[in-house]
């Protein structure tokens, strides 16, 4: 008969642990056959087990009944139990729950997979996407964690519909006063030096068109570089202004950064034909910069 190891009952004597099968339990007691497994097994044993006479076999008595019909010893995925050379059992490995290796934790580039659109990989079309530099000058998190924080998070007063419940954006983290920093290169085609900016909303801002047209925007900043103008243009982590809380009425200092695709590639200038993309993807796979690049933006040729 098969017994499993797992399904038998372990009983002590003075000389060995018996494994007894549930139902042999119940009938007279008979005399045990002491069986020699041919290898270790391979789970973890409940009870301790006596080691055989043999130098690289496990000894383990189990009770089964004498006249269990024979059969050759063979391998079922897991061991052989030998009873001498006429009978042997089949154990096979089992694995339980805990046995299992614990899933492995998502990356946050598995987490925001690059976009796919009309086919074409967004960064493929729009190179400016690659090799991104942190907004956030030496930042403790590329991405939030909190899902309030993200692209398509609830807000109030928005009706973009590619916006999802309205942020067109994504708040990132870090302390009021932290530098704030380009993406990548570009040319600043907005300043709003309001404190509250034009529209009550984003305070104090930045906006750049990347040279594939892509448009990014930096906004709640505390204070924007000195000299900073229209037509300037600036490189990957060259500094924009100060992280801060402008027009954040009830929030505490944040940068809402946005990327924004043009609706025809050929659009240039700040422009609204546009529709808003999670940043997320790009932001997880951008670049620290430690400290801002500090020189001014180059004014155009005149």
């Not at 372990?10 to 099968?21: D, G, K, Q």
């Not at 010893?73 to 694995?95: C, H, L, N, Q």
């Not at 047209?213 to 204070?223: F, Q, R």
């Not at 529709?275 to 796979?285: G, K, M, N, S, T």
Request: a negative charge.
């Amino acid at each position: 008969m098969v017994v499993a190891l797992h399904e038998g009952e372990p009983v002590v004597t003075p000389s060995a642990v018996e494994l007894w099968h549930p139902r042999c339990r119940a009938q007279p007691a008979v005399e045990p056959v002491v069986v020699a497994l041919s290898q270790p097994i391979a789970r973890r044993r409940r009870w301790p087990v006596p080691i055989a006479a043999s130098a690289f076999v496990l000894g383990l008595s189990i009770v089964a009944w004498p006249h269990a019909a024979p059969r050759a010893a063979s391998s079922v995925g897991g061991v052989i139990v030998s009873f001498g050379s006429a009978e042997a059992i089949a154990v096979p490995a089992r694995k339980t729950a805990r046995d299992d290796a614990p899933p492995k934790a998502m990356t946050d580039e598995e987490r925001y997979p690059v976009p796919v659109v009309n086919g074409q990989i967004l960064s493929e079309a729009y190179p400016s996407l690659i090799d991104w530099i942190h907004p956030v000058a030496d930042a403790a998190e590329k991405m939030p964690p909190e899902a309030s924080r993200h692209f398509g998070a609830d807000r109030i007063g928005v009706t973009r519909t590619e916006c999802g419940g309205g942020h067109c954006g994504v708040d990132l983290d870090g302390p009021r006063g932290r530098a704030v920093v380009a993406v990548a290169d570009g040319v600043v085609v907005r300043v709003e030096r309001h404190e509250l900016g034009l529209d009550g909303r984003s305070g104090r801002y930045v906006r750049i068109q990347h040279d594939d047209g892509t448009l990014t925007s930096y906004m709640h900043l505390d204070e924007v570089a000195d000299g900073l103008e229209v037509g300037d243009r600036v490189d990957g982590g060259q500094y924009l202004g100060l992280l801060g809380a402008s027009a954040c009425y009830a929030s505490v200092a944040h940068l809402h950064f946005s990327l924004e695709i043009p609706n025809h590639p050929e659009a240039r200038g700040d422009t609204t034909d546009t529709h808003y993309i999670d940043p997320a993807p790009f932001l997880v796979r951008s670049h620290l910069a430690p400290a801002p690049d500090r020189r001014r933006g180059t004014k155009p040729a005149t």
